[in-house]
C-alpha cells in the first residue's frame, strides 16, 4: 500500500506500507508534488498517480505527479491539456488512463465533467 499527502493543510509525504513485514518505509520527496490534500490517487499497475487537490488556497490544482515504487522516484505529471485544477474530485484507472470526475475548483463552484489524463 502506498499513501501519500493529505492532512488539514497538505502534505508532500508519504510511505509504502509492506504487510509482510509490517513496516513502513518513507517515499523519496525528490520531485514530489507540492503539498496539496483533497486530490486522488490511482495506481496504474506500475506507478501511483496523484493529480489535483488544493494547497490550501481556494483554488484547485491542475498538477501531479507519477511515483515510481521500484526506484522511489517521482515525475511531474504533463499539465498541456490537463484539466481544470480541482479537488475533491473521484478518479479512476481505465487500464490504460486516469479518468476524473467532478470536484471543485474552489469552495463555491462544483463541476459535473469528465476528464482523461
Known sequence: MIV???GF??????GRYNPGTD?????????????????TAVW???ELIVWG???????GL???????PGTDSWTAT?????PAGRFYHTAIWSGSEMIVWGGSPDPNIY???LERQ
Open 4 to 6: 501519500w499527502g493529505g
Open 9 to 14: 493543510t497538505g502534505l508532500n509525504t508519504g
Open 23 to 39: 513496516s513502513w518505509t518513507a517515499t523519496s520527496t525528490n520531485n514530489a508534488p507540492t503539498a496539496r490534500y483533497g486530490h
Open 44 to 46: 496504474s499497475g506500475s
Open 53 to 59: 487537490g488544493t494547497g490550501g488556497s481556494p483554488s
Open 62 to 68: 491542475n498538477t501531479g505527479g507519477r511515483y515510481n
Open 78 to 82: 504533463s499539465t498541456t491539456n490537463a
Open 111 to 113: 463541476v459535473n465533467s
